[in-house]
């Protein structure tokens, strides 16, 4: 792969359109982001569950301020990305190469616009269906690709969908964004079927998009390295790194806030990323600066902010020294898993910590379940309907999917991924709301 075919400022859906001047207020890649931060996708984003439950007296992450923090670690990466290839006399003339800041940045923003209510639980749940609920009878009508894609749901696969795909009174080409905003969203780039060859349970595109993918693929210039298993566009490797540096640090501190972990222990293990030897400076003013801030929460807060620009540092370093085998489609890896030792082990005992007492902490677990209950439910009861249109009660049911989500023909596989549209795109509230509707549980508020 080559920066130069890489870095494409051409719109998906909008090949045929003369891009507007770069010389204008706003390039490209700064009009993709822009697109997404004013879309209703992203904004439904402030009430899908994070880790914790949505906010009661103490404000942690949702998914809506996660992927704004990961956005901006993003844009603070790729900008010094930039810096390093600028050095380079090869890369010098590429138009474009000052633009990789916001195109991670972008890819950020979007990274997590396909996951459904309830965090990872509701993935899980929109799977089970298939897999082991009364959805599994179906199995018969459905392709091996198709099976593979509805047993499989895959928050990053959806994402690719919802950016893409021309939903109904929508434009040609989803959001139309760059070739490579988009691209550099596909951690995974491969189907559904092709889990077990790659040995990940996760997937970067549904059968239905697999064209698109190709398209852009083809245009950038992405290699396949398998049969139907493509190299990631280099960008991806950031967006993970982001994505990873703020899903833990950030877990860390929420933790703290809501007393889960004592302050000495949030900070001994956020200390711990700093070599004794190496980062004795930098150990010494965040020693100056807790003497100076008796707050806590923002004590943590600071060496919080330290560590992220240690990690952003360190993670470009491990880019550049891997660029050729990134370029060539060949690093296996992770830029978090190759940084230096004292942050390698720093890091993982962050990870330990997270899965031992902050993803098992019973106000998780209770949304983690009751998410579960609530997604199969609903999907349950609108793939009936679409199957079985005709009674009363699917009648009534599948007038409640918006224009925009339903599907008028006869194609099962179409009709189920219409109603995994919907379901997957509500808030949190919105499906507990439906749920307790159409169950009987409540009446809407007019009564």
Not at 110 to 136: I, M, Q, V
Not at 211 to 239: M, Q
Not at 281 to 286: A, V
Request: aromatic share 10%; with cysteine.
């Amino acid at each position: 792969m080559n920066w130069n075919q890489l870095l494409s400022a051409k719109r998906f859906g909008q090949e045929d359109r003369v891009a507007i001047n770069d010389h204008e207020i706003r390039s490209q890649f700064q009009r993709d982001y822009d697109r997404l931060i004013f879309s209703s996708p992203f904004r439904r984003l402030q009430n899908k569950t994070q880790v914790f439950p949505l906010p009661g007296s103490i404000f942690v992450h949702n998914r809506l301020t996660h992927s704004l923090e990961v956005s901006s670690v993003g844009r603070s990466l790729g900008n010094l990305l930039t810096e390093k290839l600028s050095n380079s006399q090869k890369y010098k003339n590429n138009p474009y190469l000052d633009g990789i800041g916001n195109i991670v940045a972008t890819a950020c923003l979007a990274h997590d616009l396909g996951n459904p209510p309830f965090g990872h639980s509701g993935e899980e749940a929109l799977s089970y269906y298939f897999t082991h609920g009364e959805g599994k009878k179906l199995e018969a009508k459905f392709s091996k690709e198709q099976w593979a894609d509805l047993c499989n749901f895959e928050g990053n696969a959806n994402a690719f969908r919802l950016l893409t795909h021309a939903f109904n009174g929508r434009r040609k080409g989803g959001f139309a964004l760059t070739y490579s905003s988009i691209a550099s969203i596909i951690k995974y780039p491969w189907e559904a079927h092709k889990i077990p060859e790659v040995g990940k349970r996760k997937y970067g595109f549904f059968n239905t998009e697999k064209g698109n993918y190709l398209k852009v693929s083809k245009e950038l210039g992405i290699p396949e390295t398998k049969p139907g298993i493509f190299a990631r566009h280099p960008l991806v490797y950031l967006v993970e790194a982001a994505d990873d540096i703020c899903y833990q640090i950030m877990d860390i501190e929420d933790a703290h806030k809501l007393k889960i972990l004592s302050t000495e222990e949030t900070k001994h293990l956020l200390l711990n990323f700093y070599d004794k030897t190496e980062d004795i400076n930098s150990i010494d003013r965040i020693a100056e600066t807790c003497e100076e801030v008796s707050d806590t929460n923002e004590q943590i807060a600071y060496i919080r902010a330290g560590v992220i620009g240690k990690l952003i540092k360190e993670c470009v370093t491990v880019f550049i020294n891997n660029e050729d085998q990134i370029m060539a489609g060949e690093f296996k890896s992770t830029l978090i898993k190759e940084v230096p030792e004292s942050s390698k082990l720093a890091y993982k005992k962050c990870t330990k910590l997270a899965v031992s007492k902050i993803y098992k902490h019973r106000s998780v677990l209770e949304i983690e379940l009751a998410g579960y209950k609530i997604l199969g439910t609903l999907l349950k009861d609108f793939v009936e309907a679409t199957l079985n249109p005709n009674s009363f009660y699917s009648e009534k049911l599948l007038s409640l999917i918006p224009e925009q989500y339903s599907h008028k023909g006869n194609d099962d596989y179409l009709k189920i991924m219409s109603v995994l549209d919907f379901v997957s795109g509500m808030t949190d509230v919105f499906a507990l709301d439906l749920y307790r509707t159409i169950k009987g549980i409540k009446l809407p508020d007019t009564y």
